[in-house]
Nanobody, 119 residues
């Protein structure tokens, strides 16, 4: 079993910045891709950004140039630096980890952290 614990959410004014962190814990697993998703009220969960174990990144068009995803493989941690935040970025942000254990692929989700951007 892998646990993902997110932190760093909160309330910020438009134009401000936040940094989200997600730490994966457990044993006997290999973490492959990690990523951040978000879900606003009444909307489907959507990809924000993802990063492979080798460092290749992918971003939603809506956050390109404003958000940066990074990871520290030694710490099993993924980060999301969010700059120039907009009210439409308000959502619950979820960390995701794609893992392999005994050649079985399993996806895990964090509990979510609220990000609220005021206008």
């Amino acid at each position: 079993q892998v646990q993902l614990v997110e932190s760093g959410g909160g309330l910020v004014q438009a134009g401000g910045s936040l940094r989200l962190s997600c730490v994966a814990s457990g044993s006997g697993f290999k973490i492959n891709a990690m990523g951040w998703y978000r879900q606003a009220p009444g909307k489907q969960r959507e990809l924000v950004a993802s990063i492979t174990s080798g460092g290749s990144t992918n971003y939603a068009d809506s956050v390109k140039g404003r958000f940066t995803i990074s990871r520290d493989n030694a710490k099993n941690t993924v980060y999301l630096q969010m700059n120039s935040l907009k009210p439409e970025d308000t959502a619950v942000y979820y960390c995701k980890a794609d893992t392999t254990r005994w050649q079985v692929a399993v996806r895990y989700w964090g509990q979510g952290t609220q990000v609220t951007v005021s206008s």
